[in-house]
């Protein structure tokens, strides 16, 4: 008879623990992701950028760690700068994303530097980017090529590859 009620006992325990981690969301499904897109390079140039909104629905701060594509030997996280008519561009090793929050990625602010493009971005193609978070882990994206300009005749915003920049 004890013998029966020490397994009940577990039994519910685990499925308790079981429902429990179904019902609670996890670290990754708490981020999204929206405005993504990789920008179309010109033949011979060897970077590009690419850019995300990440939505962090959780109640804890997330930091992005790290980024990988295919497409390049290296992707960088930068935030850029405009000082004296001149793009300053600074590495950075993680961006936060806030908890109830979102670091939004756009031109002339935080980027993802496509460094060493093992081939042209061309418009239209589609860039696998895995992005490394703190608490989130591993999330893979597809991100559209798009035109430097894009939109009703009006530029994106982005600044020109030809710039000078600072790093």
């Known amino acids: 008879m004890r013998e029966w009620s020490v397994r009940s006992v577990v039994l519910g325990l685990l499925s ?9 969301p996890s670290a990754s499904n708490r981020l999204e992701f929206s405005a993504a897109y990789a920008r179309a390079s010109m033949p011979g140039q060897d970077v590009g950028a690419a850019y995300v ?3 962090n629905q959780g109640t804890e701060d997330d930091f992005l760690v790290g980024a990988q594509s295919p497409v ?10 405009m000082m004296q008519g001149m793009a ?8 936060r994303v806030p908890a109830m ?14 460094q060493g493009l093992k081939q ?3 418009e239209g193609d589609q860039v696998e980017m895995r992005l490394d978070f703190e608490k989130a882990g591993q999330r893979l994206l597809k991100l559209p090529v798009r035109a430097v300009l894009s939109g009703q005749g009006k530029s994106s915003g982005a600044m020109p590859m030809d710039m000078p920049m600072s790093y």
Do not use: N, W, Y
């Open 120 to 122: 042209p971005l061309k």
């Open 101 to 114: 929050g979102k670091l939004e990625m756009k031109p002339g602010g935080v980027h993802l530097m496509l």
């Open 53 to 55: 909104t990440i939505q």
């Open 88 to 95: 300053h561009m600074q590495r950075q090793s993680r961006l």
């Open 16 to 24: 308790f623990l079981a429902m429990t981690a179904v019902a609670a």
């Open 72 to 81: 390049a030997t290296e992707v960088d996280m930068h935030t850029s700068t």
